[in-house]
């Protein structure tokens, strides 16, 4: 069993629809990182929390720390939002991933 | 462009070849990473250098090589590798203290042993 765990492994839906990936954790970590990773394999960071609730746009973040869990909603979703998130512990100075949540919008 | 910059974007590379991977950040951070993404699986942390020092190695075969020359750059020397090490290698650099903990990650080299 993996540190980070995410559900779903893939996800498919429609274009507006209200998309929740989550993320549980098992390990100690200072801080949980959502990441976005596009065909191409580049990955951009878009969320850092390790409290409460962040907004940006039509993507929002939340964690519960007791419950260790963070989830990452997406608002009105849209083909371009279409890509593999990526949960990620971090611990001593290092991350712990999660195996990723594939995300594919159709129009 | 995300501030990390690796080159090649792309490597083919015979078993018996010796290669070299590139990263490069000026956004004054003074810890980088190689990371290892194969199909299917978690990315794998594979080194980290803080302060151009070697602070961990996640057993990984000697074949791969990490060099840090200064804080801006660091390198993936690859020789007599295997078809298993064909991956997505990704390099990222964060700040090596507790106030900052942002991480940015390069586009990555495509990796294809043959």
């Known amino acids: 069993k993996n540190e980070v765990e995410q559900s779903p492994q893939n996800l498919t839906a429609q274009e507006g629809e209200f998309i929740t990936i989550n993320c549980s954790y098992s390990v100690g970590i200072s801080a949980l990182h959502w990441l976005q990773q596009h065909p191409g394999g580049g990955i951009v960071s878009l969320f850092m929390l390790s409290s409460g609730k962040k907004k940006h746009g039509r993507l929002i973040a939340t964690i519960n720390i007791q419950e260790k869990h963070s989830s990452l909603h997406i608002t009105a979703s849209h083909p371009r939002d279409s890509a593999v998130y990526i949960c990620?512990?971090?611990?001593?100075?290092?991350?712990?991933f999660g195996q990723g949540t594939r995300l594919t919008i159709n129009p | 462009e995300t501030g990390v910059t690796q080159t090649p974007r792309h490597l083919v590379m015979g078993m018996t070849n010796k290669k070299s991977l590139k990263c490069e950040q000026h956004?004054?951070?003074?810890?980088m990473y190689w990371y290892k993404q194969s199909a299917k699986k978690p990315l794998e942390l594979m080194f980290v250098y803080s302060l151009e020092e070697r602070v961990e190695n996640n057993s990984v075969p000697s074949r791969f090589s990490p060099e840090c020359p200064n804080s801006s750059h660091l390198f993936l020397h690859l020789h007599t590798l295997q078809p298993e090490d064909s991956a997505l290698y990704l390099c990222?650099?964060?700040?090596?203290?507790?106030?900052?903990?942002?991480?940015?990650f390069g586009s990555g080299t495509r990796l294809t042993v043959v």
């Open positions: 990620a512990g971090r611990g001593a100075q290092k991350l712990v």
């Open positions: 956004l004054g951070h003074n810890a």
């Open positions: 990222a650099s964060s700040q090596w203290d507790r106030r900052s903990y942002g991480y940015t």
